[in-house]
């Protein structure tokens, strides 16, 4: 027995408007990227002066975070990844971090 034509064309407009309404809905994913902030000095004891400091450092740095436990260092947030950004200078406190270079931060 054939479905009526009527049900067909309804359920195919549906799954058209359906993809439709999804496919608007779906935004390009960006990659988070965090390196040593060069500017900011000595541990990371404050987030919030780190995030100052970041987003005065470049503007391509949309946030900053102490990261690690001993000794706590300021890492930028950029949302553009590229090899001078993962190989900024190792400042502001001496010895290494806790948690090693961390080119890539997803969030």
């Not at 407009?13 to 990659?31: F, K, N, Q, S, T």
């Not at 900011?40 to 900053?64: A, H, M, P």
């Not at 001078?84 to 080119?103: K, N, Q, V």
Request: some cysteine; aromatic content about 6%.
């Amino acid at each position: 027995m054939k479905p009526p034509r009527m049900n067909l064309s309804a359920a195919a407009v549906v799954a058209v408007v359906l993809l439709i309404v999804l496919a608007g809905d779906m935004a390009p994913v960006e990659a988070l990227c965090s390196h040593l902030s060069g500017d900011f000095k000595g541990w990371c004891t404050s987030t919030r002066k780190c995030q100052n400091v970041c987003l005065l450092e470049s503007y391509d740095n949309i946030d900053g975070k102490c990261q690690g436990w001993f000794p706590a260092r300021c890492w930028c947030i950029s949302n553009i990844c590229s090899p001078a950004a993962a190989a900024a200078p190792e400042t502001g406190g001496g010895g290494a971090s806790a948690r090693g270079d961390i080119p890539h931060m997803n969030e």
